[in-house]
């Protein structure tokens, strides 16, 4: 069983509000994402990190920012939430290369109102 | 750049038929290729991957999937349904020899399986 884990799961908010969705992991592993996925839709890679201090931008383009201070930890903040933010988003972790596993979240789901 | 196509946004099958979920994949390689399925309300659990050993790939709840090049395929099956197994399947492709996991999703297939 994955060891990853988001909080909150579901999470409804006004627009103009700041929110952070967050993501941990106790696997120890170096590399994290970030995923969009709206419904019906596949899911779309908008951050990931290397490791510490490391944080690229997906392809899929975000206003969302994210932060690795810590291994097992990758959150993802929006300053401005607006409705258009309004999606489930998951988190990911791997260690290794790309024929690897991904472990994945359970996701948050935000709704923007 | 790689792309994943799904036929079907959704399968309907009654219990104990077959399954059969199709992934064409496009890249200038062949590149690693994996099966995921979500249940609702849930993260994406791996069912199987090809990592260009056995081009027939066997993967949890009796799923497999066969790699075919000359096709650029990667359909998956399983030989009787259960109702378990009801939820969305997404074909996913990883460009080999990078230092990380950056999947590249198909837009998934439901699967709904009747009595």
Not at chain 2, 8 to 16: A, D, I, K, N, P
Not at chain 2, 79 to 90: G, L, N, R, T
Request: glycine share 8%; with cysteine; net charge neutral.
């Amino acid at each position: 069983e994955a060891d990853i884990y988001q909080t909150p799961r579901y999470l409804v908010i006004g627009t103009g509000k700041k929110i952070t969705l967050e993501c941990s992991q106790t696997m120890g592993h170096d590399k994290m994402y970030w995923y969009q996925q709206d419904p019906g839709m596949e899911l779309h890679l908008i951050h990931y990190s290397y490791g510490v201090n490391s944080t690229e931008k997906g392809d899929l383009s975000s206003e969302s920012t994210v932060s690795r201070i810590r291994t097992e930890h990758f959150p993802l903040t929006l300053e401005s939430a607006r409705p258009s933010h309004t999606s489930q988003y998951l988190c990911a972790s791997s260690q290794g290369h790309s024929n690897t596993e991904a472990f994945f979240g359970q996701g948050t789901r935000l709704t923007v109102v | 750049a790689q792309s994943v196509t799904q036929l079907g946004s959704h399968v309907s099958v009654s219990e104990g038929a077959l399954v059969l979920l199709r992934c064409n994949y496009s890249s200038s390689v062949p590149p690693y290729l994996f099966w995921y399925v979500q249940y609702p309300n849930q993260g994406l659990q791996l069912l199987l991957k090809y990592t260009s050993a056995a081009t027939l790939v066997k993967g949890i709840n009796g799923f497999e999937a066969e790699f075919k090049k000359s096709e650029t395929s990667f359909h998956l099956t399983k030989p009787s349904a259960h109702m378990s197994d009801a939820a969305e399947y997404f074909c996913a492709v990883s460009a080999r020899n990078t230092g990380f996991q950056k999947l590249v999703f198909g837009t998934g297939t439901r699967l709904l399986v009747s009595p």
